[in-house]
Every structure is written in structure tokens, then in C-alpha cells.
């Protein structure tokens, strides 16, 4: 590789980081560049990608409880289910159809857009209603929910922040400040373990994808800050955009639109 594809990759990470720490999807920026750039494999290129996941929210994290807005007991809660479906999906990723698979997860975000747009309250809560409906354990429901969101964490790491803040913010009545600080917290305790099986499998670039995770963490502490500073309501109207982009991204929608206007 030349030296300023590293710059490109590098740059990617920055974009991924930020958008991953305040919304998520940001490895629908890294993996086509790890693909294109770095002419990786897909399975490669997914588990390379790990690698910038993984330092990228160690970074979030840190600068999330420094600043006191980190429920640390919650997090750890969800994050025991998560981390064992994680484990799961990571050992399903070869043998799934993908192409079906972000059709699927393409028409939810759909879904979620209509929900963020349709009822606002519910994505801006006030701190005070935070503390109060997260002084409990979690109960089944939600212990489940979480389940699953890490088989598909595991299996595929694109959309699964946009996700996670909809089981945070919907079920366990976090505002978006705080539920992108459990987000991050979740996905820190379950990277490791899942990056386990893709380098197992040999499917990990090391060189690329600490290369990649230089911009990971400089977008994840540039995001985290900004996400307290700017407040909820901020963090909604990008992941309304983050969610709008990455739905249509994944449904195809883009590619029809290239079609169309082709001569």
C-alpha cells in the first residue's frame, strides 16, 4: 500500500469513530474501505475490523466516565448477555447470506427512523427520569433483548450501535446521552472475545487494522465529547441522518438511484 492509503484509512476510522460513539453504523464506512483500500477479503475485513472497535471504545468509554455520564453498573448487566451472543454470532459469520441479512436489518432501521421522527420524547429524556428508571437491575425481557443483539454484534458489527441505543433508549429508558455511554460499555466488553474467533480463524489484518483504529479512537473522543456538550437532542438529529443513510445504504437504494441515472 502507498502511504497516503493509510491516510485514507486513517481518515475512514476518524469518520467511523465519531459516527459509532454518537449513533452507529460507522463500519459501513470501514469495511468498504478495508475491502477497496486495503483489498482485503469480506470475512477479513470484518474481522480486521474488530481491531478498531475494540481500541475505539476503550477511548469512548474512558471519556464517558470522566465526564459522569456513564451508568457503569447498568451497562455491566447488559453487557453479560450481549457478550455471549456476541460469542455466537462471531461463530455463525461465515454461514449466513449477508446480502439477506442487511436487507433485513436495512427495512428495520426503516422502522426505527419512523420511531425516532414520530415520537421524540421518548430519545431526549431528562437526566432525573434516567436515574430513576435505571436504578434496577434489568429484568429477563431485557437480558434477552440483549442476547440477541450481540449474536448480531458477534456476527456483523455494521448497525449494530443504531440497535443497541434503540434497546437502551426504548427499553431501558435511557436519554441518548446515556445510552451512547452504555453502548459503548456493551460493545467494549464483547469485542475482545468476539476478535478471539476471527483471529482463531486467521481472518485478521493486524497491520491494517491497527492503522485503521488510529482514526478510531481520535473520532471516538472527538464524539464523546461532543456528545456531552451538545446534549440529546443534538445526538438524535444525527442518528436520524446516520439511520436515514445507513437504511438506504443497505437496502440497495443507492445503487437503484446509480442504475437509474446512468445513461
Not at 50 to 65: D, E, P, T
Not at 159 to 183: E, F, H, P, Q, T
Request: proline fraction near 4%; charge should be positive; hydrophobic fraction near 55%.
Amino acid at each position: 500500500m502507498l502511504w497516503y492509503e493509510y491516510v485514507a484509512l486513517i481518515v475512514a476510522g476518524l469518520v467511523a469513530g465519531f459516527i459509532n460513539t454518537l449513533a452507529g453504523s460507522g463500519s459501513l464506512v470501514t469495511l468498504p474501505a478495508l475491502m477497496f483500500i486495503g483489498q482485503l477479503p469480506a470475512p477479513v475485513a470484518n474481522g480486521t475490523n474488530r481491531i478498531g472497535i475494540l481500541l475505539q471504545n476503550i477511548v469512548a468509554v474512558g471519556s464517558f466516565r470522566s465526564q459522569n455520564v456513564l451508568d457503569l453498573k447498568g451497562g455491566l448487566w447488559l453487557a453479560c448477555p450481549a457478550t455471549f451472543g456476541a460469542i455466537l454470532g462471531a461463530r455463525i459469520s461465515v454461514d449466513l447470506d449477508r446480502e439477506t441479512m442487511n436487507r433485513v436489518i436495512g427495512c428495520l432501521m426503516a422502522v426505527m427512523l419512523v420511531v425516532i421522527l414520530a415520537r421524540p420524547a421518548r430519545w431526549i429524556r431528562p437526566p432525573a427520569d434516567v436515574e430513576r428508571t435505571t436504578a434496577h437491575r434489568p429484568g429477563w425481557k431485557s437480558l434477552v433483548l440483549f442476547f440477541l443483539v450481540g449474536i448480531y454484534g458477534g456476527f456483523l458489527q455494521a448497525g449494530i450501535g443504531v440497535l443497541m441505543l434503540a434497546s437502551l433508549v426504548l427499553g431501558a429508558g435511557y436519554d441518548l446521552v446515556r445510552a451512547n455511554a452504555v453502548k459503548t460499555l456493551i460493545i467494549l466488553c464483547y469485542t475482545p472475545l468476539a476478535l478471539v474467533v476471527f483471529v482463531s480463524r486467521g481472518q485478521v489484518d493486524w497491520t491494517l487494522g491497527l492503522v485503521l483504529a488510529i482514526g478510531n479512537m481520535i473520532g471516538a473522543w472527538i464524539a464523546a465529547r461532543t456528545a456531552v456538550r451538545r446534549g440529546a437532542g443534538f445526538v438524535r438529529w444525527l442518528l436520524i441522518g446516520v439511520v436515514a443513510v445507513a437504511g438506504a445504504k443497505l437496502l440497495g437504494l443507492f445503487t437503484l438511484l446509480r442504475t437509474v441515472m446512468s445513461p
